[in-house]
């Protein structure tokens, strides 16, 4: 999850997760698998009358092993009695498959000397349908398709999917089913011919090859034939809640904390006394209570809680110390150097992973004292 603030991107890291799945469910699932995940985002002002929006990204993991992932020929009609009309043929494109479609080729077969007599491009066909159960059906009239034996091989990213023939088998000679024997379908449009416009051969519902008698269904399902849907990889969110904290004085501090510090949460300097309440300091730890809510994330009213950064000495080399300190992931930190507490040399500045992190800086040897000091900013 990120925010979007002003079209800059601020990571939710408390709000990825990633989704759990049962095998074979479509659907809400059963009792529900759920993952309640909260984050503030502090020092975020929305004023009066505005929208924000809410944007998700879901990125797809692999996809489930039963999720049939095969491109195959699904119907084909070449021949009628009398003059040959509206030939071609339909591939049927399982939900799993996940390469590009122009990277489908279908080969015709010659099954006198077993060579290439046609090419196409899957990208050249019509896409026909997308069924509810992921399936996808293109199609393309191809004239002049032989009559058989004859075959047809169907290749998807550089691999044969399947070397089908009709009326016989043959042996290829050229093209990516070169050396290989067809697999026969066992029927054909021969004895007797269909009359134009009726016939066809096609998968029926229990994915064997048939002969139909109906009129061809170039574009749709094969009578019968019938494609159970797969449970495709999908995210429900629900229950989301985005709760506002008013800032009635609009002094960056929350009415709530307001509350809790003991500031008028209608008044930005409740005292009077020309400190606005986000720079008291309620704890007394010298860190303001506005940067303590909404810099470095730590509580304003424990003395405890603040940032802070120790300093040790690099054993293995002489005038370079070890800095070390918390880190939050959507802000940039910077070191700085100094003898006198004046003048300040930035040393090295790098943005927060989350975790305590540890930079090795190096003390100017010249100088008795050498001082180190940490900024934190935050790019909203």
Do not use: C
């Not at 909260?38 to 944007?55: R, W």
């Amino acid at each position: 999850m990120e925010a979007s603030i002003d079209g800059a991107l601020t990571p939710l890291p408390a709000l990825t997760f990633t989704a759990d799945h049962s095998p074979g469910s479509n659907g809400p699932v059963p009792d529900g698998h759920s993952i309640s995940l909260t984050m503030d985002l502090p020092a975020l002002s929305i004023a009066p009358g505005e929208t924000f929006q809410l944007k998700f990204t879901a990125n797809p993991g692999l996809l489930p092993g039963f999720m049939e992932q095969s491109v195959r020929l699904n119907e084909i009609h070449y021949d009628n009695d009398g003059q040959d009309t509206d030939e071609f043929l339909e591939i049927l494109v399982a939900p799993g498959y996940e390469g590009l479609i122009s990277e489908v080729e279908i080969f015709l077969y010659n099954g006198n000397g077993g060579s290439v007599y046609g090419q196409h491009s899957l990208a050249s066909f019509s896409l026909d349908q997308t069924l509810s159960s992921g399936y996808r059906l293109y199609s393309k009239l191809i004239p002049r398709i032989q009559n058989g034996p004859d075959g047809v091989a169907i290749v998807a990213g550089g691999e044969v999917q399947e070397f089908l023939s009709y009326e016989g088998t043959l042996t290829a000679t050229d093209g990516p089913a070169s050396r290989t024997t067809s697999e026969n379908i066992g029927v054909s449009q021969a004895n007797p011919v269909p009359p134009s416009g009726r016939g066809s051969l096609g998968l029926d519902e229990l994915s064997a090859w048939s002969r139909f008698s109906t009129p061809h269904s170039r574009g749709s399902l094969n009578p019968g034939q019938l494609l159970a849907p797969h449970p495709l990889p999908g995210i429900a969110i629900d229950n989301i809640m985005v709760i506002a904290l008013d800032d009635a004085d609009l002094d960056g501090l929350p009415d709530p904390l307001e509350e809790e510090l003991g500031t008028n949460p209608r008044l930005a300097d409740s005292d009077g006394d020309g400190t606005p309440d986000g720079e008291e300091d309620a704890d007394g730890d010298h860190q303001s209570n506005l940067a303590e809510f909404s810099l470095t994330q730590t509580d304003p009213l424990d003395p405890n809680s603040r940032f802070q950064i120790m300093v040790t000495s690099d054993p293995g080399v002489s005038h370079r110390a070890l800095v070390t300190f918390p880190t939050l992931t959507d802000r940039t930190y910077t070191v700085f150097r100094s003898h006198d507490l004046i003048a300040w040399t930035p040393l090295l500045s790098f943005s927060g992973s989350g975790r305590f992190e540890t930079r090795a800086v190096t003390g100017e040897p010249l100088d008795p004292v050498n001082f180190f000091r940490v900024e934190v900013v935050w790019s909203r």
